[in-house]
């Protein structure tokens, strides 16, 4: 286990709207308040989602599908970090489709169809400035980029 210690910083209160990507979106909201590191939360509509979900427990092995709307953002939970000098943000979410099944994973992709409604919050390093904060490196042994603590 690796454990870091964080800071709160400010929070932003992000509002999407109808035909915006919500990954890109999200990013650029970082990118115009200076967030470097935070976590993420939000819930909203989409028209279209792509997830990736695990086929293996011993190594990575993506299976991306992607769903059509109405789908219900039930929960989007995820962090922001800096990844080879640019903001990344990794994020899962719990879907409902609109028959009440509930599908989940890593989200690619996601079109907003009516709203969505999020909310980052800064995480600053213990000394409570942004250059401490969260980054994400490679990991050789399990091939994927993950924190780097």
């Not at 210690?5 to 970082?30: D, S």
């Not at 943000?89 to 009440?100: A, E, R």
């Not at 213990?126 to 994400?136: F, M, P, Q, T």
Request: with cysteine; proline share 1%; aromatic share 4%.
């Amino acid at each position: 286990m690796k454990s870091k210690e964080l800071k709160t910083g400010r929070t932003i209160i992000v509002k999407l709207q109808k035909g915006e990507e919500v990954l890109a979106k999200l990013i650029e909201a970082c990118d115009k308040h200076k967030i470097k590191s935070g976590v993420v939360s939000g819930i909203g509509a989409v028209s279209s989602v792509s997830l990736i979900g695990g086929k293996s427990t011993e190594k990575i092995d993506a299976n991306e599908l992607e769903y059509k709307g109405p789908i219900e953002i039930a929960a989007a939970v995820g962090n922001v970090a800096q990844k080879e000098g640019k903001t990344y943000i990794h994020l899962h979410g719990s879907l409902g489709l609109t028959d009440h099944k509930t599908i989940s994973g890593h989200i690619v992709r996601a079109v907003i169809s009516l709203v969505g409604e999020f909310a980052i919050i800064e995480t600053l390093g213990s000394d409570g400035k942004s250059e401490g904060a969260l980054k994400r490196g490679y990991e050789e042994s399990l091939k994927m980029w993950t924190l780097d603590l």
